[in-house]
């Protein structure tokens, strides 16, 4: 039987703690270990994959921050 081998290459949540403060969080690879992991044109993949969505993801974050501050206030 063939096992699956996955890792976290990027992703995000959102979510609230138990004190009730919403948070987000972004996680995966570090691109430092990308050549670890992987080699010639699919680490160059991944590295592009990498820093594109963590540039996207840190966008959709502020926006969210933005959204919820002027809620609060």
Excluded: C, W
Excluded at 34 to 44: I, L, M, Q, T
Aim: hydrophobic share 35%; charged share 30%.
């Amino acid at each position: 039987m063939d096992q699956t081998r996955e890792a976290n290459i990027l992703s995000y949540r959102i979510l609230f703690d138990d004190t009730g403060k919403l948070i987000t969080e972004v996680s995966g690879l570090p691109l430092k270990d990308v050549k670890k992991v992987f080699s010639g044109h699919e680490a160059k993949i991944m590295e592009t994959i990498i820093k594109q969505g963590r540039e996207k993801l840190n966008k959709i974050h502020h926006y969210l921050e933005g959204e919820i501050n002027a809620i609060k206030n």
